[in-house]
């Protein structure tokens, strides 16, 4: 089966978050199933100066505007097609953000771009070779399957994952003109969403199946909570809608191997982690002492509960642990964890910024990751915490409640707890389950019960590419 995968950011080229690994790591997880991915990117300045002897398989003279090549090049194991079109793409700042921080203004004609070229690819126009299935990612890529729908391309079916729903694309009836889409397209089974244009929306109405990274997150956006205004059109389409679960490139994550991993360990030498704890309180400024490590890797953000762990960073330190911090975000909650720093030294570290290899050093050093979000798709930080033996502690939501197993009485008991979850979503909430980890910890037998119990869980793409690869199939068997 032949496969085109469309998608804003794909990992290792362009990463903003969780989007960027599943786009890089699904694609070579189906190979074991039979299926060919080609991967359809912008080419971003991150992009093309990493990418080697690309050849060009494909030109659009007027790209919604706009001269356009298609490249084809092989990288890290992906077969990638990566939308060469200099005025949508070669510029400042991040693939959807300028360099102050703001939306480029022009994002609803640089990503219809990327979809109308990932439909004339669907169509047949990349020579030798055409698609049984087009798999679109979140708004940036939602506009495929309404091409698809009004422009006169063969009948391929088409999935739709949601990565955030929160983020919709949706933008003012005036760009409708722009989009190159006949009158009928803006409608209510079309890109219409209260008299203005919805790329998710449309994306919604026209692919054959929707997909999201959690079944738990499945059920949320069909409520108001969580639904953010979409939860009537994906009701409409429950019939059409499951939730596969993400999972992690256990080769890149393993700490047995990891290159940035000072100590490298297994769950029966657990014992080898505390070089790493050490480097950790070195890099962090910490006191170098037993108490345990609470560590958060977040962009910081309120989605992400950031403002719930500066409230409560005082006392976590009261109640005898130390507390570390890596992420960007909002300026006044990263005013905030500084200020926590300043006010704990040796007790509270805080590094503002993006370091990946730090990120896997913390996971394989530090005793807990906390993540508080007040919503979560699927998250991927938890996923590394289990497989680096870093108890997650995580609020009961989406994917967070899917794949961590709370540590209750019974769960101990029948040794298959892998984690702490909390409800409410709250500082008292969170606090609670910083006393229950704390108290765990003072039992190294508990404490060590549960690392391993965690080290045991299946995080790789195996079972989630499997079932991705039968919605495929039963897509495709049914000619849809």
Request: proline share 6%.
């Amino acid at each position: 089966m032949k496969v085109l995968s469309v998608s804003s950011e794909v990992f290792p080229l362009i990463k903003t978050g969780g989007l960027a690994d599943v786009s890089g790591a699904l694609p070579i997880a189906l190979n074991a199933f039979g299926i060919e991915t080609k991967t359809l990117l912008p080419g971003y300045p991150a992009v093309m100066k990493v990418i080697r002897d690309p050849v060009i398989r494909l030109e659009f003279p007027d790209l919604l505007g706009e001269r356009a090549t298609v490249l084809e090049v092989q990288h890290e194991g992906l077969d990638l097609l990566v939308l060469d079109a200099p005025a949508y793409y070669d510029r400042p700042g991040g693939p959807y953000l300028d360099p102050l921080g703001k939306d480029f203004p022009d994002n609803w004609r640089r990503f219809a771009a990327l979809s109308l070229a990932a439909s004339e690819i669907a169509a047949g126009l990349l020579p030798g070779w055409q698609p049984d299935l087009v798999h679109t990612h979140d708004w940036q890529a939602a506009l495929t399957s309404v091409y698809m729908r009004y422009y006169p391309t063969p009948e391929l079916p088409s999935v739709l994952t949601i990565h955030n729903i929160a983020f919709q694309g949706q933008f003012g009836r005036e760009i409708f003109p722009g989009l190159q889409l006949p009158d009928h397209a803006f409608a209510l089974d079309g890109i219409e969403y209260y008299g203005t244009i919805g790329f998710l929306k449309g994306g919604l109405q026209t692919a054959h199946a929707v997909t999201t990274v959690s079944p738990s997150y499945a059920d949320e956006i069909l409520t108001a909570e969580f639904g953010m205004g979409l939860e009537g059109v994906i009701a409409s389409r429950i019939d059409n809608l499951s939730g596969i679960v993400n999972g992690i490139d256990t080769d890149i994550w393993n700490p047995a191997t990891d290159p940035v991993v000072h100590t490298h360990y297994g769950p029966t030498t657990l014992k080898n982690r505390e070089e790493n704890r050490r480097s950790i309180a070195e890099f962090f400024h910490l006191d170098n002492d037993d108490a345990p490590i609470f560590c958060v890797i977040s962009r910081l953000t309120w989605q992400k509960g950031m403002d719930l762990v500066a409230n409560v960073a005082d006392e976590i330190v009261a109640m005898g642990g130390k507390l570390v911090v890596l992420g960007s975000g909002e300026a006044a909650l990263e005013g905030a964890l500084l200020a926590s720093a300043t006010r704990h030294p040796g007790r509270i570290g805080v590094s503002i910024g993006y370091n990946e290899p730090m990120s896997h050093l913390m996971q394989a050093g530090c005793d807990a990751i906390i993540i508080p979000s007040r919503f979560e798709p699927c998250g991927l930080t938890q996923l590394y915490g289990l497989r680096y033996g870093c108890v997650p502690i995580v609020a009961r939501t989406g994917g967070l409640n899917d794949t961590v197993i709370d540590a209750n009485h019974a769960a101990l008991a029948a040794k298959v707890a892998t984690g702490i979850q909390f409800a409410p979503i709250t500082e008292a909430g969170m606090l609670q389950a910083i006393r229950r980890a704390m108290h765990l910890y003072a039992d190294r037998k508990l404490w060590t019960q549960l690392q391993k119990q965690g080290m045991k869980s299946d995080v790789s793409w195996e079972k989630s590419a499997e079932r991705y690869a039968a919605l495929y199939s039963s897509l495709v068997s049914k000619g849809m």
